[in-house]
């Protein structure tokens, strides 16, 4: 494999980005960086949708354009996904202009083989859904599910995509494909829905909803947001329904897209008959996320307890975002929901980053000064039992992402971490260095060392600063592709200075967490 596509579902613009949100770039990005330690042509997208009747209202009751609004809320979004050192490939919008075109002439190409056909259509159309709801989407006061509130009563002519044509085949693929829904409880969840699926209303009248793409040679018309939205993760690489760019040839299929658990029936089902009714591979994976909660509650701009990243990045007065990237990845177990409360936060990146890992490397270099003068002994290089383990946290942590097991991959470093620590523990170089074994002590220092290299590079997906200065005091090079680590990294000779060692992780301070608590 030398490429790897990957893509997040594309927000919103209708705030700014909250930890939800973060949750599911960092998830990917994390994936993304991993698969930058395995392949040669890694690409990540992420991307924000901007049509739709939320953003339309939004704009009116502010009293601006809606494009106006859009660019102010892309930016945003685009700032703090480079705050937390999300180095995507591309962030697509889907009001650019190439976009808008692709997506046109998907609809047109559609319309013409007949997979899309006008109808008249009476609906309970819900704007936080951006999508018609049936009586299984309503509670018993006829309001939405998820966003309880009346869906509007729409009566309209609409343009309607043959779902059902494609409903067979979207079933045999999930059956046949076990791990194509990550994680794989959820593929019943979609069978179900499959069951009573409908042919889907994708456009709506001009009149109701005007800012969206216009339906060509229908100028009453503009296309609904769905098939815009799922259009992205291909326009983004230059597809043409007749001409198809090098670059999405050469990435399309993606490998793993990313989503939250709440839009896995529009890429489960939506977004594969699209793709089957334009002849298009379908993706290999779809890793739906679950939700993540603050302090145990849902996050919701009613109850106040919306949490942005910034706010926790400048609550902690964080430089870098290695502590949020590595709480963030490591909140749930795969699929599952996750919870972000302040103290947590300060505990866990307290323990893991500053006391386990960064601790035993500052410790080890100060002790290679101290007893060595930095300097690393010919006789010091030995093997250790404790270079298997590393190699097998190498294969494990492999294993885990190539099911997208981002937390559980972490564990695996975290038990590494330990492991490495018990064994500086166990063999006390410092009772050593005091009984004048010299080379015993500078054996210990030495194996340290050479886990610690094999630790920056596996820490590196979640935490790429700290890992790189991990990297910088052992003259590691982070750039090593997994495959390549062979554990011996450490050179003979000087290795590093009193003034060189520096530590990778401060401690979070008590009192700024608990200032943040009180705001
Ligand atoms: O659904 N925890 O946009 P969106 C975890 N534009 N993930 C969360 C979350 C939370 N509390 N809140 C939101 C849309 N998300 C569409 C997607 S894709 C072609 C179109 C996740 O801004 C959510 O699950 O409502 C989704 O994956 C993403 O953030 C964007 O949500």
Redesign the pocket.
Known sequence: MDKFYTTT????VNGAPHI??A??KILTNVIYRHFTQRVSDPYMLTGV?EHGIKIQKLAQSMGIEPKELCDTNAQKFADAWKRLDINYSQLIRTTSEEHKKTVQKIFKKLIEQGDIYKNSYKGLYCAGCEAFLSDKDLDEEGCCLIHKKKPEEVSEENYFFKLTKYKQRIIDHIKQNPDFIVPSFRANEVLNQLENIEDISVSRAKTNVSWGIDVLDDPEQVIYVWID??S?YITALGYDTENPSEKFKKYWPAEVQV??K??LKFHSIYWLALLMALDIELPKHLLA?G??TIDEAK?SKSLGNVVSPDSVMDSFNLEEPDALRYYMATAAPCGKDGNYSDDDFKEKVNAHLANSMGNLLNRTLSMLVKYFDGEIKPEFVQKSPLFDDAIQAIKEVKHHFDYFEVSEAAQKIVELVDKTNKYVTDNAPWTLAKEEKMTECGVVLYTVLEIMCVISSLIYPYCPNIATKMASQLKYDINTKLDDIKIENIKTGKLISKEEIVPVFLRLDSELADKSKKK
């Open positions: 579902a594309i927000d919103y939800g949100h949750y599911e949708d939205a799922l992205n989503i939250g709440d839009i996320h939700w993540i996050m």
